[in-house]
């Protein structure tokens, strides 16, 4: 087979450059490992930046999104008993959007499969080839037959655990890395939120996070230990333990109920450097992880995508390299910016096993400033509602 994009991966990143790309009258075959109904089952991101939502526009992919998503002018943060607001339209002019990583997903497969889109399901042992020369190929096996594409162009979508990222030598890849000391345990359930906003809270017991993802479905975390699995919290055990991490005057009016999904995700901060080998480019986890804290983990595989993307139709389109030449710089001077926050976000927010007085006694004094500061505000709204592209 041959096609002009090749991309592995298809999560939320490789779909949307696929469907983008099929805008402009650009090929590609997106090659996944996991079934569709595995990849929609996946509960991950629930808030998206107004970058993220003019990219499923500009694919033509916003209709459901625009009808069923919930605008957020604002989110709350929570200490103890205290509980502040941060304005993101007063401060920013831009809200932020919720609406599930998993229906974004399903509406990106909805479009490619209307547009015929060439989507591999169940492939295996997916090799990419000659990623350094001008002809660059991708092989894999599916129901035991081996198969190949030539492409122009390999695009790495494949998440954390892809084969994109280690195609690239070890003497040109750089790594950094920072892992956390705790996960995040997660659950779904089928109740109204407790609050019309996010609320993020720093309590003594650990973080807690009440979002949603409509008016009847809620999805709650609450930090937890890297040692805990799904089986050691019952629903009950769960509902103590979240209840006991917001200010009382919202535990009051939770309404809980029976979980439909449980989850625990460990927390870590990951850059590679470059984002690009000769003609594989990484897009997404595939080159980054953030921790969840601030929801910047799928918008900023969405800036990659928005880079990438208007690499490659600079390319196709006006035969200029331009674009793809400073993909990895431009998609890496973002991500930094998007590593800092969620950095920062978490510092703020979790207990740390080896937290000090003196350390607690600093976040209580920047919670202090945020909930009453404007410069502080500003900064953190700026960063919540995404950095411009
Ligand atoms: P992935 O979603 O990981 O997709 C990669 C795809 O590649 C997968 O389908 C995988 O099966 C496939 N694949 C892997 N290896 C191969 C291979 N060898 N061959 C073929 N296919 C392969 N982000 C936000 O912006 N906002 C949030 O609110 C938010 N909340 C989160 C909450 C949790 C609990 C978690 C875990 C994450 C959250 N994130 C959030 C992060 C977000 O979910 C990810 O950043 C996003 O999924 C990245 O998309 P991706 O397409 O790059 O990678
Ligand atoms: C959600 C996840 C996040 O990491 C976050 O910061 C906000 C919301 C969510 O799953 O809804």
């Known amino acids: ?212 993802r409509n008016e009847n479905l809620c999805r709650y975390y609450i930090q937890c230990s890297l040692a805990d699995t799904e089986e050691d919290w019952s629903d009950e055990a769960f509902w103590d333990e979240f209840k006991k991490r917001i200010p009382a005057h919202q535990a009051e009016k939770l309404i809980t109920g029976p979980s439909i999904e449980k989850s625990i995700a460990p927390l870590r901060s990951f850059v590679t450097e470059p984002m690009r080998w000769g003609r594989l480019f990484l897009c997404g986890d595939a080159a980054h992880i953030v921790p969840p804290t601030g929801a910047k983990g799928l918008n900023t595989a969405a800036s990659d995508v928005h880079y990438l993307y208007n690499g490659l139709r600079d390319y196709y389109e006006n035969g200029s390299s331009e674009g793809i030449d400073s993909y990895s710089e ?15 976000f978490s510092s703020l927010m979790h207990r740390y096993p080896d937290q000090t007085e003196f350390d607690l006694k600093m976040q209580v004094a920047e919670l202090e400033y945020l909930s009453s500061n404007k410069a502080a505000q500003q900064a953190m709204a700026e960063n919540y509602v995404g950095l411009p592209y």
């Open 1 to 212: 087979m041959k096609t002009q994009v090749a991309i592995i991966g298809g999560g939320p990143s490789g779909l949307l450059l696929s469907q983008l790309l099929y805008t402009r009258g650009i090929e590609s075959i997106v090659l996944e490992r996991k079934t569709k109904d595995y990849v929609l089952g996946r509960i991950r991101a629930g808030v998206l930046e107004q970058g993220m939502v003019s990219l499923m526009e500009e694919a033509g992919c916003a209709d459901r999104l625009h009808e069923e998503c919930f605008v957020h002018d604002g989110t709350f943060v929570a200490y103890g008993e205290k509980m502040f607001r941060i304005d993101f339209k007063e401060l920013t002019g831009t809200p932020v959007i919720v609406y599930g990583q998993t229906e974004v997903t399903r509406d990106l497969y909805e479009a490619r499969e209307k547009a015929d889109g060439k989507i591999e399901f169940n492939v295996e042992d997916v090799v990419i080839n000659n990623a350094d020369t001008d002809a660059p190929y991708v092989t894999y096996t599916v129901d035991g037959l081996e198969r190949r594409i030539d492409c122009d162009f390999v695009a790495g979508c494949d998440g954390f655990h892809g084969v994109s990222r280690r195609t690239i030598p070890a003497d040109v890849l750089r790594e950094y890395e920072k892992v956390y000391p705790f996960g995040w345990l997660g659950i779904l359930s089928e109740t109204p939120p407790v609050n019309h906003e996010l609320i993020y809270s720093n309590s003594e017991r650990g973080f807690a996070l009440a979002s949603m």
């Open 330 to 344: 431009k998609a890496l001077a973002r991500v930094w910016k998007a590593e800092r926050f969620s950095w920062w």
